[in-house]
Structures are given as C-alpha cells and as structure tokens.
C-alpha cells in the first residue's frame, strides 16, 4: 500500500482517543500513589507497559488481518490452555490468575478476550453458520469454555463481557431475531447454574449491591470497597482536588484498596473533579464510535465482525467498570480499558488497536496499490452495412 494511501485511511482518532486515555491513566496511578506515600512505581511501570502497548500496536497492524484470521481457533485454544495452565500456579490473594514468569505476572483471560473475538468472527463469517439455530450452538460452546474458566478463577468481571459479545456479533452477523431471543432465554434460564458455580465471595459482593451502606461508620465486609468508592467521589466535587485542593486532612478518608486498578475511575474524579470522568467517558465513547466507523467502511465480513466485537469489548468493560464504582453494579474487579494499571491489559487493548488499525487500512476491496474504481463505458456502436 502507497503511504498516502496508508495516512488517508489511518484512524487518526481512533488513535488520539487512545493516547488521551494513557495520559489520564498516568495521571490517575500517579495520584493514587501519591494518596499512599508511594515512590511513582507503579506509574513508571505503567509507562513502561504502555511502550510495550504501542509496539503491540504496531505489530498487529503490520499483517493483514486476513493472515491472521487463518490462525483465529489455534489463537482461542492455546488461550484456553493458558486458562487451563494457572490452575497449576500459586494462587496470588486467594485467586488463579495468573502465569507467573520470573519478576512477571501474564493474566490470560486478558488475552482469551481478544482470541475468543477472533474466533466467533472467523466462524460466523460464513452465512451458514448462524442461519440456523443449531449453527448457534458452536458460538455457544465458544462462549461458555472460557467464561467457566475465568469463573472459577475466580474473575466474575472477566467472565461477563463474553456474552454481550457473543449477541452483538450475533447481531451484526445476521443471525435471524427469533433465535437471538431464544438464546438469550436460554441464558436467563442458566442463571441459576451460574450461581451455583460462584464463590462466596462473588455471591457477596452481588448482595453488597442490594444493602448499601449510608453516611457514618464504613462497614468492613465486603460493602468497604463501594462506601470507600463513593465517599471518594463525593470529596472529588466538580472541579476536584487539583483545584480546590483536598477536601480533608484525614488521609485515611482517601484510602481505597485497588484504587489504581479497578477503581482509578474514582480516583480521576477525586483529582479532577467531573470533568475528568467526561473526558474519561467521552474518549472511550469516542474509541468504540470509531471502531464502529471502521466496521461499517469494510467490506470482508471477517474483518467487519472482529472490528464490532472489539468495540463492543471496549464499551461493555467501560460500562461496567463505571458503574460498579458508583453502585450500579456488583464490585467485580474489572479495569477501565486504556486507563487502569496492569500489564496484561494493556497489552491486549495494544493489540486489539492494532487489529482495527490493520482492518482500516485494509477495508476489503482493495487488491493492489489502490483500490479498483468503476470506469463508465461507452457501448460501441454497430457500424450500419
């Protein structure tokens, strides 16, 4: 492909949104370590993960994406076995997450997302597939082996963006509206199954939502982290902390476990006030409105149904992660894309930016330096006898 032709079809603000949320992200570890005393570790390293983010970027963009699609169900099932593999590891604070390398930790269900994408999109790229009920079966069973797996990690958070996913790209693929509405019954009626299958602790955290703590003492069960949560976000008022400074002196009101992980959404707005969770809301609104864009300017069905499922896989995290933090939603321990602290993560949205880079550039009817155009032709003209 000719450079011009590369600049005119990169996704410049697809891009820009996601350099923005680094920054913010930054910013926010920073002043969860500076709540804490600590000396800038984490927010070091997170510049560091995100180099290596950027390189994910680009190595996933320089392929086509149709190459890649040739290897969508080796990708999903080596992820698996990665599930499969941490139940071999010491556990790290009661949970089986992750593959510990030395001085690093590898989360797969990070990377089981991203495989399990591509290998709905490979199978339901073919119109049979999912004309019939029964073709839903595999995309099911697709679904069902790694959200058993995250479960039982256990990853409640992880574990609840694989279905959202499934319907969507269900949806976009064409699957006829009578067996979406029976399959998502089907899923109602497994509800009861599924809790059956959590732990205490998930099952606690659900009922934490239904008995949330008011004003006065903070409760020490598992409604700690959400009371905390909220006070934080009522003390970060409408400008936040940069500006009007802190609102008390007791450091112990802004003690929050996890807070530049799963909750650096709160600590944002402690900082900036409402303004920052906007700007928070607005890029990430902007991310998966511009993979929704790529989706709808490419023509090959496998690259059109990756692109939706990544950007559904953005904006059901974001959602989720937000609106556990202000009790909307059960405390499940899920980071904010492009935002929160960790390795894995933002490796993986490293490669998932890169994939829809690579779909961009490449929409699917281009086969050569420039793509075919439509030249009008005169019909001749019989010459009279």
């Not at 891009?15 to 984490?42: N, P």
């Not at 990665?82 to 593959?99: E, S």
């Not at 990690?153 to 693929?173: I, K, N, Q, R």
């Not at 008390?248 to 959404?265: G, N, R, S, W």
Request: glycine content about 8%; overall charge positive; hydrophobic content about 50%.
């Amino acid at each position: 492909m000719l450079p011009s032709a590369w600049a005119q079809r990169m996704p410049w603000g697809l891009l820009l949104a996601a350099l923005g949320l680094l920054t913010l992200g930054w910013f926010g570890i920073a002043r969860s370590e500076q709540l804490v005393d600590g000396d800038g570790h984490y927010a070091w390293q997170q510049v560091q993960w995100s180099i290596l983010a950027g390189c994910a970027v680009w190595t996933a963009m320089l392929p086509s994406y149709r190459h890649i699609s040739r290897y969508s169900y080796v990708l999903f099932l080596c992820t698996v076995a990665l599930l499969i593999a941490v139940y071999f590891f010491p556990p790290i604070h009661g949970a089986h997450r992750w593959l510990r390398l030395g001085r690093v930790g590898l989360q797969p269900s990070e990377f089981a997302k991203i495989a399990y994408v591509l290998a709905v999109a490979k199978y339901l790229m073919h119109r049979q597939n999912y004309r019939q009920f029964r073709g839903l079966l595999i995309p099911l069973v697709l679904t069902l082996l790694p959200v058993i797996l995250v479960l039982r990690e256990p990853d409640l958070g992880t574990s609840l963006v694989f279905l959202p996913v499934l319907f969507t790209m269900l949806y976009a693929a064409g699957a006829r509206k009578t067996d979406l509405a029976a399959l998502m019954a089907c899923g109602l009626l497994m509800l009861p199954v599924l809790w059956t299958q959590m732990s205490a602790e998930q099952k606690s955290r659900v009922t934490a939502l239904f008995d949330q703590t008011g004003p006065g003492k903070a409760p020490s069960d598992d409604g700690y982290h959400l009371y905390q949560s909220k006070q934080m976000l009522a003390l970060g008022g409408m400008w936040g902390s940069l500006v009007a400074g802190d609102a008390v002196k007791d450091p112990a009101v802004y003690q929050l476990p996890e807070d530049h992980t799963d909750f650096i959404f709160v600590v944002l707005i402690e900082r900036l006030g409402w303004s920052g969770a906007l700007a928070v809301l607005l890029l990430e609104l902007l991310l998966v409105a511009r993979a929704l864009a790529i989706a709808e300017a490419t023509r090959e069905p496998f690259g059109r149904l990756t692109a939706i499922g990544l950007a559904t896989l953005i904006g059901v995290q974001t959602l989720i992660n937000t609106a556990m933090t202000i009790g909307l939603l059960p405390v499940t321990g899920l980071s904010l894309p492009l935002v929160s602290y960790g390795g894995s993560g933002l490796l993986v949205h490293g490669l998932s930016l890169g994939l829809l880079v690579n779909i961009a550039l490449r929409p699917g009817f281009e086969v050569s330096a420039t793509p075919f155009r439509f030249v009008e032709r005169t019909p001749k003209v019989r010459a009279s006898l």
